[in-house]
């Protein structure tokens, strides 16, 4: 059972929108820590798409965006692209655990 | 070239120990604040360490006592002593570099991970 909870999956067709939703508590994004988001394919090293709720790296495609709102935050990818196919990851920071926790995890598969 | 790679994962049996390293390269890895993140088969990514610039330490709860973070500036590595190790150790083991920036910062390089097998 993960601190954060994400859908275990979503989808959808080359060219639409998605989004995935990761929720928390007072304990963690409630409490005004930064959601972090991150894009994984297996057997690869996991990669930073979106840090700080809305900012994304250099080079990642503006097709990314992020945002935050009380103890949720939610990943939206436009313009889906069949490379899009991935694992994705929320990530902040428990006062409670003290520590750094992940959501579960949500399979993006595009149709 | 700025990455992280990782070594020292293998089979080992329940109860045992075993140290991982992470070789870092292409950034001051002094001044990094560095983790170890792991991920059990089928499973997502879960925290186990950290360790800032000035040697401060984290752990997670599922580690705590039988794991333990250092690192070696001289010679820029980050290591995991990892002993009293369990079935449910069994994961890829990721090295990780947190984000400058202030604040508690995303995870901006991963290493490409090394699996830790944990026979009972």
């Known amino acids: 059972q993960s601190v954060l909870t994400q859908p275990p999956s979503v989808s959808g067709a080359p060219g639409q929108r998605v989004t995935i939703s990761c929720t928390g508590s007072?304990?963690?994004?409630?409490?005004?820590?930064?959601v972090h988001w991150y894009q994984h394919l297996p057997g690869t090293a996991p990669k930073l798409i979106i840090y700080?709720?809305?900012n994304r790296p250099s080079g990642v495609p503006d097709r990314f965006s992020g945002s935050k709102s009380d103890t949720s935050a939610s990943l939206a990818i436009t313009g889906l692209q069949a490379e899009d196919e991935a694992d994705y990851y929320c990530?902040?920071?428990?006062?409670?655990?003290?520590?750094?926790?992940f959501g579960g995890g949500t399979k993006l598969t595009v149709l | 070239e700025v990455q992280l790679v990782e070594s020292g994962g293998g089979l080992i049996q329940a109860g045992g120990s075993l140290r991982l390293s992470c070789a870092a390269s292409?950034?001051?890895?002094?001044?990094?604040?560095m983790h170890w993140v792991r991920q059990s088969i089928g499973k997502g990514l879960e925290w186990v360490s950290a360790?800032?610039?000035?040697?401060?330490?984290y752990y997670s709860g599922s580690v705590k006592g039988r794991f333990t973070i250092s690192r070696e500036v001289a010679e820029n590595s980050l290591y995991l002593q990892m002993t009293s190790l369990r079935a449910g150790d069994t994961a890829v083991y990721y090295c990780?570099?947190?984000?400058?920036?202030?604040?508690?910062?995303?995870?901006?390089?991963w290493g490409r991970g090394t699996l830790v097998t944990v026979s009972s």
């Open positions: 990780v570099r947190e984000r400058v920036g202030g604040g508690i910062g995303a995870f901006d390089l």
């Open positions: 292409g950034f001051t890895f002094s001044n990094s604040d």
């Open positions: 360790i800032g610039p000035i040697d401060d330490t």
């Open positions: 007072s304990s963690n994004i409630g409490a005004g820590n930064d």
């Open positions: 700080d709720n809305n």
């Open positions: 990530q902040s920071y428990d006062r409670s655990l003290s520590g750094r926790v």
